[in-house]
């Protein structure tokens, strides 16, 4: 009796993406297997059930306009999948996740796609280039289009009333040379001056804190990009009247909804706002989780950032050697696997800072057309 095709997917589909593609070169058939067209969105529906992390530790090269970059990817047990050494340009590296498979790291107008699974490491066409400062970028995945987008903005000029901020997308989907996409420059500009990094939900770049044109700060909005009609909005912080524009209040995306984490409540606690209706923005406080449980922590260098809803805990990376996970039943924090983590003893710190950035993304076979 022959087995099921589907009965085939579900067991290939718990195994790793570096497995399976050693598994394609056991014969024909296992080949045509792996390679069907459909067994790649029916094994990324199970991995989003086991998420693995990547951590990048940099270092000067040789060269110094160079960094070295060390990728390490592992499962939340701390086990080592896949390792990747690359010299890349860029003094700073930035790393931006989409909770898909691909990993976007940039410095300045130079982005680079890695795929931990497959080990596919590409640099990305240059983009525009910034006569002053340059504004950040954004990266993720779009599932209803099944594409990857990146998001750059860029100084067209300056004036003495401001800076024309531009607004250029990379657009990649399935089959695509990675290396030679192009971007398109939208028609609208920003209308506000930002920096960092943005995130992608539901289809909608956002990033806080974002400085008007002028002499005037709005230091209480968010900046929405909709990726399909290809313009800007703003939308309100949930509670203004208690915003200090000198805590660290960012943006993270928890069961697929954009939410915004404040970290300097008293006494010390996470208060995670989730922005329920994005057409009326309504905002709920969803989460408010108490500090004082969580082992390790210090009010004065300790920024907790949530990464993840999985299994009924919310992952959170609180700047140790270790992930933490809040269980909501029990309202207690229990610390995960020590992971390889390095750290910056040279500042004249109470205790070093970590040096070890980190990320959660989900296996996947999408190419980058690098072999």
């Known amino acids: 009796m022959q087995c099921p095709r589907d009965i085939k997917f579900n067991i290939l589909s718990r195994l790793l993406v570096k497995d399976l593609c050693k598994f ?37 090269n040789d060269d110094n306009e160079q960094q070295l970059i060390h990728l390490t990817s592992m499962d939340l047990d701390g086990k080592v999948g896949n390792e990747l050494m690359k010299s890349i340009y860029g003094e700073f ?12 790291l940039f410095y300045e107008n130079h982005f680079y796609l890695y795929n931990p ?10 983009g525009s280039l910034s006569p002053c400062n340059d504004h950040g970028a954004g990266f993720g995945y779009v599932l209803s289009t099944e594409e990857y987008k990146v998001v750059h903005m860029f100084t067209q000029s300056e004036s003495n009333t401001g800076f024309n901020i531009g607004c250029e997308i990379l657009t990649l989907s399935n089959g695509d040379e990675a290396s030679s996409r192009p ?6 500009c920003c209308p506000y001056l930002v920096t960092g990094c943005a995130l992608l939900v539901n289809n909608v770049f956002y990033r806080t804190r974002a400085d008007k044109h002028g002499n005037s700060s709005d230091y209480d909005l968010i900046l929405a990009l909709d990726l399909e009609e290809e313009n800007f909005r703003t939308i309100r912080l949930p509670n ?15 069961r697929g909804f954009l939410c915004l ?35 390790g ?13 999985h299994n009924e805990e919310i992952v959170v990376d609180s700047n140790q050697d270790s992930l933490h996970y809040y269980n909501f039943e029990k309202e207690s924090f229990r610390r995960g696997k020590t992971l390889n983590m390095q750290w910056d003893t040279n500042l004249t710190l109470e205790r070093p800072l970590r040096k ?3 990320s959660l993304y989900t296996e996947s076979f999408f190419p980058l057309g690098s072999r």
Not at 97 to 102: K, T
Not at 240 to 254: A, G, K, R
């Open 24 to 60: 394609r070169c056991v014969s024909k058939y296992w080949c045509n297997l792996i390679s069907n067209p459909t067994f790649p969105d029916f094994y990324h529906e199970r991995s989003r059930d086991n998420p693995q992390i990547l951590m990048m530790n940099d270092s000067k």
């Open 93 to 104: 590296i930035d790393m931006l996740p989409s909770r898909h498979g691909l990993i976007c």
């Open 117 to 126: 699974a497959t080990q596919e490491f590409v640099s990305l066409v240059e």
């Open 183 to 188: 971007w398109k420059v939208i028609d609208q």
């Open 240 to 254: 203004p009247s208690s915003y200090d524009e000198e805590n660290y209040m960012f943006l993270v995306e928890l």
């Open 261 to 295: 984490v404040d970290n300097f409540a008293i006494p010390p606690m996470m208060n995670v706002w989730m922005l329920k209706d994005a057409n009326n923005i309504t905002w709920v406080k969803e989460y408010s989780i108490r500090f004082d449980i969580l082992d």
């Open 297 to 309: 922590f210090d009010d004065v260098y300790t920024i907790v950032t949530p990464l993840l809803y």
């Open 356 to 358: 070890t950035r980190l």
